[in-house]
């Protein structure tokens, strides 16, 4: 239908482009080709409208949808998900189409960013928001155009990003007199006004952020992880010492580090980029690299120290308190709609997306199951009520209480929505009193709980333990899986293995910058940080024999 | 540079002057009366309070921390609110192909003379250009068409907080007419009419009133002022008068079915036939902060209403020759503790380089709503002085209820700001029945009710003969409280049987 949205020109290799027409009748439309499968089969033995209250029957294997019903519904045609191990992006692609986390946009390489992938991002916003502004940062709004001789002027900032530079040239049916970048950063449009805002010591510290939308003309995109235009924040600060600055940028580093690991159970690498890595116009870039579920490494988030590089092309000082005339030191720092993509590249399983508690927008689902009609009232208004009793403990709850699915549909749906934690409400249980509640990270009998008392106070102090134990679980398999797929390596051959092998490698290194490509050449893997965590001792450098003052980490890298 | 540069220079030359002109008081002010020069007043007045900054693209204004604090909470507010009314956010891409946004006629005929096209990427040319969202019709219903199959999937009810372009070439403005601005805008989707109408208009009148403390009017546009390719559209106008404008707040478009018979969305009904659906769009900017400029403001700077000040209270340490300087800072210190545990912010402006009396003009010119004076004779009386931002009223309070005190001082100036503007407002206000009343009542910039026949060609006809200097005179919206119109009451304009009334006047 709007097929003819294409952009012809941009043809290289890159995934949005077989299909990225909003075709109204595709159902597969995060796929880079229509596969056919068949419906789910109905299961023997499994009867939909019960469930949780007869232990047997609730094996989540069972879980299945009657066949007449999925093949008259698309919903149930989507959630089949290729399996992780067998195609990591194919897998990648079905988990944000299957649980509507973003849709292909209407130009190559864009994305619509569905609510529910929008919920999480706002999660992240919440939590980054007031810790920034716990650091004296103040939020403001940058224009989202650039001329383009502002981007000129920091010479190795242009260098990195022309060739992904968008450039208007007409508006308002005129041809404009200067040409307009699409902002990629804001780096240079925000030295312009700090010359103007800056003039003595006493107007340092400069502490800004922004929440935006960026565009980089990228040739290679998936969703989440590289698009055109993504969304996040930019924060911008300066100071009147290079070790102020320092200070800043290793501070925002930790915010991003902790918020990592304590709310979205990602334990990330924190450390420095070698010289190569370095963002465009930065003097030293702190980054935080994640693991995937693929073994892949994912910068999550960027803190630079800018150095004097900025101020001294745009000529931003200050006067210091003895009267001199000094350049201000600057840093720069940024986490983006990427971190979406690493969330679910680092926790999700065959069965879809699995969301660490803390940053899931809906914590718990409750699914109350019932039989026969006279069963209903009683069972729903149970739910209802547990619903409330969650509610007001700050508990992010959703009732399924729609009639059109049944239980077994239900549980697989908000399973492959990853929802931390389930709680299932049969008639059985209303006359107990209780309830039983299942993990979402420990899979079929194992992580399922018959029997929690209903009585609010019993019943929030459970639920929160086990959203507390859930967000640990999470962060500890994630750690592991980490840990044992980083290999300590010696030699360069010993790096190549690794490498080959899809793991990261962590070595002495102190070669040089033409040997760091080399690498990159033939092994594919690139120097992720060198870790702020060092091991003790002297080092040699795998590479060259020469005396080594850090060990690095190698990975193939998104 | 680009285009603007005589917008800047304007505003830098008028600040330079102002400097040099008061420097001997205080160094600061505004060189302008909002009573005498409106329009440099007003780009003075963003630019000093720091709300602004003008910036080399001419219409792109950057918004400082002190006003983006106000669309914060003004944010904070209404994204609550939508979400109880179960609508979702969600992020829709910046970048319109030309052939989804020239798919509904009416809406391109409206759009496309101001939209802004990227037809570069680095060095290549694009080969079809790509516009940038001057609104997002276009680039959501085609997903909505994907999206919505029964009945089951409606409502849909999505909104998007984000930034928009729109190429105009009438004066820029900053907040009221900029060429990248910021909003939000909810698309809703539903399976009948009478559900598509809404309650959001409710929620504006909401962030104008409470929050801003600006009066509107809730009102329907007329045929020509509507939405381009909707099936009618409610505001709430507000009215500036000192310029005798009216301005559009925010509106709600109920777009009909026009927009899903072009976008085909399509559902199927419980009965299991094909409907389309019935849509809504709905939007206020970052010109609601301009709105509340330029009624509240006045020749000292902005005033800001208590509700949306970022710092509600300024304590200023006053310390006089051999004071106790240190126990008035601690005195100062303590006191914004004190109103900060009550969750009113506070701030001390403690710094040495600026006399008592430059920080006065300096928080007075960004508008802070209170401000708290402790010299010596305060510390002694274990009291404060309070100074009113609105009306300049002083009053001493004791520190012992400081923060009774000062949360009903905040709530009076919240309250007396919104009485103090509707009565300006209201003094505007000129009922008219007949032309000759219209002219005079125009010429004295009155927001003018009138009593009208409802007919397109007659607002095209007032139009035409008020043409003018200062611009026509067009309708500003048919009020929903509607006044009685009595038997045989006629049009002003055409003298044919009117219909309902309407507000006129010329309009931002």
């Given amino acids: ?558 | 540079m680009a285009g603007g540069g005589e917008k800047k220079s304007k505003a830098n030359a008028t600040g330079g002057g102002k400097k040099k002109e008061v420097k001997k008081e205080t160094g600061l002010g505004l060189s302008y009366k909002k009573d005498e020069n409106f329009g440099e007043w007003y780009s003075e007045v963003v630019v000093n309070g720091e709300m602004i900054e003008y910036y080399d693209i001419s219409g792109c204004y950057i918004i400082r921390p002190w006003a983006m604090s106000i669309w914060e909470t003004m944010q904070k507010f209404f994204d609550a609110e939508i979400k109880k009314m179960k609508i979702q956010n969600c992020y829709f891409p910046l970048f319109v192909s030309p052939t989804v946004l020239q798919k509904e006629k009416d809406h391109i005929e409206g759009f496309a003379p101001e939209v802004a096209w990227v037809t570069k990427s680095g060095e290549s040319d694009l080969e079809v250009p790509i516009a940038i969202r001057p609104t997002s019709e276009t680039v959501m219903y085609p997903y909505y068409s994907k999206w919505i199959r029964g009945h089951r999937d409606l409502p849909l009810k999505l909104n998007q907080w984000c930034n928009v372009v729109r190429w105009e070439f009438s004066n820029p403005t900053p907040f009221i007419r900029s060429r990248e601005f910021l909003w939000q805008e909810g698309h809703t989707a539903f399976a009948t009419k009478s559900e598509a109408d809404d309650e959001i208009l409710e929620l504006y009148r909401r962030i104008y009133e409470e929050f801003l403390a600006v009066p509107v009017i809730k009102g329907k546009k007329s045929e020509l002022e509507k939405f381009a390719g909707g099936l009618y559209t409610t505001t709430v106008e507000a009215f500036i008068p000192n310029t005798g404008r009216g301005i559009q707040g925010a509106t709600s478009h109920c777009l009909g079915q026009n927009f899903s018979k072009m976008f085909e969305i399509i559902f199927e009904n419980e009965k299991g036939e094909k409907a389309m659906a019935w849509q809504n769009s709905w939007a206020y900017t970052t010109r609601t902060i301009g709105v509340m400029v330029m009624v509240h403001g006045d020749d000292k700077g902005l005033v800001l209403p208590p509700r949306v000040a970022s710092v509600q209270v300024i304590v200023v340490p006053v310390p006089y020759k051999d004071a106790d300087t240190q126990g008035i800072f601690d005195a100062c210190t303590a006191t914004v503790e004190t109103l900060c545990e009550a969750g009113i912010c506070a701030n001390m402006d403690s710094r040495d380089n600026y006399s008592p009396g430059w920080k006065y003009s300096h928080w007075e010119m960004k508008g802070v709503p209170l401000r708290i004076e402790i010299g010596p004779k305060d510390l002694a009386k274990n009291q404060v002085r309070a100074v009113r931002r609105d009306n300049g009223a002083k009053v001493d309070l004791p520190r012992s209820s400081l923060v009774e005190r000062i949360k009903e001082l905040l709530d009076e100036i919240q309250e007396s700001l919104f009485v103090a503007a509707k009565q300006r407002r209201d003094a505007c206000i000129q009922i008219v029945k007949t032309w000759d009343e219209f002219v005079e009542a125009l010429g004295q910039r009155k927001m003018i009710l009138a009593p009208w026949c409802d007919e397109e060609e007659v607002e095209k006809d007032v139009k035409a003969r008020t043409k003018g200097e200062m611009g026509a005179a067009k309708t500003l919206c048919s009020p929903l409280e509607q006044p009685e119109i009595p038997e045989g009451t006629l049009c002003f304009a055409s003298g044919k049987p009117a219909k309902r009334w309407s507000y006129w006047g010329r309009s931002y």
């Avoid at chain 1, 002495?508 to 001792?537: N, Y």
């Fill in chain 1, 1 to 558: 239908m709007v097929s003819a949205l294409r952009l012809p020109s941009l043809h290289l290799t890159n995934l949005f482009s077989s299909s990225p027409c909003i075709s109204r009748r595709s159902s597969a439309i995060l796929r880079r080709h229509h596969r056919l499968r068949p419906p789910p089969t109905l299961t023997a033995g499994f009867s939909a409208q019960s469930a949780a209250s007869s232990p047997p029957e609730t094996d989540d294997k069972v879980v299945e949808i009657e066949k007449n019903r999925a093949s008259q519904d698309r919903g149930n045609r989507e959630r089949v998900i290729t399996p992780r191990s067998q195609d990591f992006n194919a897998w990648y692609l079905d988990v944000i189409s299957n649980a509507e986390l973003a849709d292909y946009g209407p130009v190559r390489g864009t994305m619509v960013i569905r609510p529910y992938g929008y919920a999480i991002w706002e999660a992240i916003q919440d939590y980054l928001n007031v810790k920034f502004k716990e650091t004296g940062h103040s939020n403001m709004y940058f224009p989202q155009f650039i001329p383009y001789s502002f981007i000129e002027k920091e010479a190795s900032h242009v260098e990195g990003f022309s060739p992904e530079l968008a450039l208007v040239t007409i508006g308002g049916g005129k041809e404009l007199e200067e040409k307009l970048v699409v902002r990629p950063t804001s780096e240079t449009i925000v030295n312009h006004m700090f010359t103007q805002w800056i003039h003595s010591y006493r107007d340092l510290p400069l502490l800004v952020n922004q929440w935006a939308n960026v565009t980089r003309w990228e040739m290679r995109t998936k969703p989440f992880v590289r698009t055109l235009e993504f969304l996040w924040q930019e924060g911008h600060t300066a100071h009147a010492t290079p070790e102020e600055a320092e200070k800043e940028a290793m501070q925002m580093i930790d915010i991003y580090t902790k918020f990592a690991y304590e709310h979205t159970a990602i334990p990330v690498i924190a450390g420095r980029k070698s010289k190569v890595e370095t963002f465009a116009g930065a003097s030293r870039t702190y980054t935080i690299e994640a693991m995937m579920g693929d073994k892949r490494a994912l910068q999550a988030g960027t803190s630079h120290n800018l150095g004097q590089n900025f101020s001294l092309a745009f000529g931003t000082q200050f006067t210091d308190e003895n009267g001199q005339r000094q350049h201000v030191w600057q840093t720069s720092w940024a986490i983006s709609t990427r971190f979406v993509g690493g969330i679910i590249m680092t926790h999700g399983d065959d069965t879809g997306l699995m969301l660490p508690p803390r940053i899931a927008p809906i914590q718990v689902v409750i699914v109350p199951i019932w039989k026969k009609a006279d069963e209903k009232t009683g069972v729903l208004s149970a739910a209802l009520s547990a619903k409330e009793v969650l509610q007001k403990s700050g508990i992010r709850v959703k009732l399924d209480d729609s009639d059109q699915r049944t239980p077994g549909w239900k549980f697989n749906f908000w399973e492959m929505k990853g929802i931390p934690l389930r709680i299932e409400i049969g008639p059985r249980d209303v006359s107990s009193g209780s309830v039983v509640i299942s993990r979402r990270d420990v899979p079929g009998k194992q992580g399922k709980v018959f029997g929690i008392s209903m009585e609010p106070s019993i019943l929030e102090a459970y639920v929160k333990d086990k959203l507390d134990e859930i967000q640990s679980a999470l962060l500890e398999r994630a750690t592991s899986f980490r840990d044992s797929n980083i290999v300590d390596v010696s030699s360069y051959e010993e790096l190549k293995e690794a490498i080959s092998m899809g793991k990261w490698a962590r070595g002495p290194w102190s070669a040089s910058d033409a040997d760091e490509l080399k690498v990159k050449e033939e092994t594919g893997a690139t120097i992720r940080c060198f870790p702020f965590e060092q091991p003790q001792g002297n080092k040699t450098c795998f590479m060259t024999g020469n005396p080594a003052q850090e060990v690095a980490l190698f990975a193939k890298s998104y």
